[in-house]
C-alpha cells in the first residue's frame, strides 16, 4: 500500500451514528424553538462541529443547545455501533504498520463519549478533534493540523469519509480522498479518488 497514513472521519465512517444524532437533535429544536423537523431536513448537520449546525438553525445560545444535544445523544447512545466490517479492518491495518489516525468535527468531550466505549481508540496515534484546528472542516484546517502534528508528507496520506465536508476538507489539504459508501452518504461528486463499498475493500488499496 502507498500510503503511510490512513486517516479516518468518525460519523457515518466508523460508527453508525445517524440515528442518535438527528433524533436528539430534533428533539432539541422542537424544545428549544417549537418546531418541527423532518430528518430528512437535518442531515446537512452530520460532518459539521454541532455549535456550527445550531448557528444555521438559528439557536442565538449554541452552548447551551449543544449541550441538551449531546445529553439526548447519550439517552440514544444504544442505537449507535461499528459498521460492519470496521473492527476488523482497524485491527488489520494497524497489523500492517500503518499509522492510523482520526480528523473529526467532534468535539473532545463528544469523541470520548461516543467513540471511546467501542474499544478501537488505542488503535489510533492521533486525533484531531474540532479544538484542535482553527477552521473547521470543509477547512482544509483539520488535515492541515494533522501533517503538523505527525510530521507527515500529504502524499502518504490518505483521508476516508463520506461526507462533502470531508471530500472538501481532503481536497482543500491536497489529500486523497477516500469515499466510504458503507453508509447513509449521498455524495455523488466531488475529487473523489477512491470509493469503497465495503470497509474491507481498504486493504485494497494498491
Excluded at 124 to 140: D, G, R, W
Amino acid at each position: 500500500m502507498k500510503y503511510k497514513h490512513i486517516v479516518f472521519d468518525i460519523d457515518g465512517t466508523l460508527l453508525d451514528s445517524e440515528q442518535a444524532d438527528l433524533l436528539a437533535l430534533k428533539r432539541v429544536i422542537y424544545e428549544l424553538q417549537g418546531k418541527e423537523y423532518e430528518i430528512s431536513k437535518l442531515r446537512f448537520a452530520l460532518g459539521i462541529p454541532g455549535n456550527v449546525a445550531l448557528e444555521q438553525l438559528g439557536f442565538k445560545d449554541t452552548l447551551e443547545a449543544n449541550k441538551l444535544w449531546n445529553s439526548y445523544m447519550k439517552e440514544l447512545a444504544y442505537t449507535m455501533r461499528l459498521f460492519d466490517g470496521i473492527r476488523e479492518l482497524i485491527i488489520e491495518l494497524n497489523n500492517r504498520g500503518i499509522e492510523l489516525g482520526i480528523v473529526t468535527s467532534k468535539n473532545r468531550q463528544e469523541y470520548c463519549a461516543d467513540f471511546i466505549p467501542f474499544g478501537l481508540a488505542s488503535y489510533f496515534t492521533t486525533v484531531i478533534t474540532v479544538e484542535n484546528s482553527i477552521l473547521p472542516k470543509p477547512s482544509a484546517e483539520p488535515l492541515l493540523s494533522y501533517l503538523l502534528k505527525t510530521g507527515a508528507n500529504s502524499q502518504d496520506v490518505i483521508y476516508i469519509g463520506d461526507t462533502s465536508y470531508d471530500c472538501e476538507c481532503a481536497n482543500n489539504a491536497k489529500i486523497d480522498f477516500g469515499l466510504a459508501m458503507w453508509g447513509q452518504s449521498s455524495l455523488k461528486q466531488g475529487n473523489i479518488l477512491y470509493s469503497f463499498k465495503t470497509p474491507e475493500d481498504i486493504l485494497f488499496i494498491p
